[in-house]
């Protein structure tokens, strides 16, 4: 059972977090580079900002925490960045982020899956870091959705192929 239950955990994790990359693609396709660092106010990130926090977070709790690699971060220049990316680079930055922390989850003993540590001030499992990477990107994902949406008026069809409207069967 313990094997099955790390495997599960691991694909769907993994999974959340392609759907929610080419979410992100889709959404950087549809702006232009000016947009992506357009803030919507002052109290607000742009796109680009979110993106560098996404790395910024795997890095610090998926790299560097569950694959045992120093701890760089710094959180403060994901926020007061308002450019020095273009959206390729941006995406080039997110896919290796997020291929290096797949690699690390999809490799992870059941060990390091229970051992306990300390990131960003709180104490975590390996099993809480993977269910917090996932939720986290998936988080600021639906805000570079909304913000995309505000800014091009249009439906992004991510589900346009899904009858969403389909009953559970049991």
Request: aromatic residues 8%.
């Amino acid at each position: 059972m313990t094997e099955e239950f790390v495997k599960e955990l691991t694909d769907q994790s993994i999974t959340r977090i392609d759907e929610n990359t080419q979410k992100l693609v889709t959404c950087l396709d549809e702006l232009e580079e000016a947009e992506t660092w357009k803030r919507p106010n002052q109290h607000s990130n742009s796109v680009g900002n979110i993106i560098l926090h996404l790395c910024g977070n795997m890095r610090q709790y998926a790299i560097s925490s569950l694959g045992n690699i120093k701890d760089t971060r710094e959180r403060d220049k994901e926020f007061s960045a308002d450019g020095g990316y273009s959206k390729s680079e941006l995406l080039k930055k997110l896919s290796d982020t997020v291929e290096q922390a797949k690699n690390i989850i999809k490799n992870i003993s059941e060990a390091e899956l229970l051992r306990k540590r300390q990131v960003q001030g709180f104490t975590h499992s390996g099993i809480g870091i993977i269910v917090h990477v996932t939720e986290h990107y998936s988080y600021h994902t639906g805000q570079i959705i909304f913000w995309t949406k505000l800014l091009k008026d249009k439906d992004l069809g991510f589900y346009a192929n899904i009858n969403l409207n389909a009953k559970n069967e049991i």
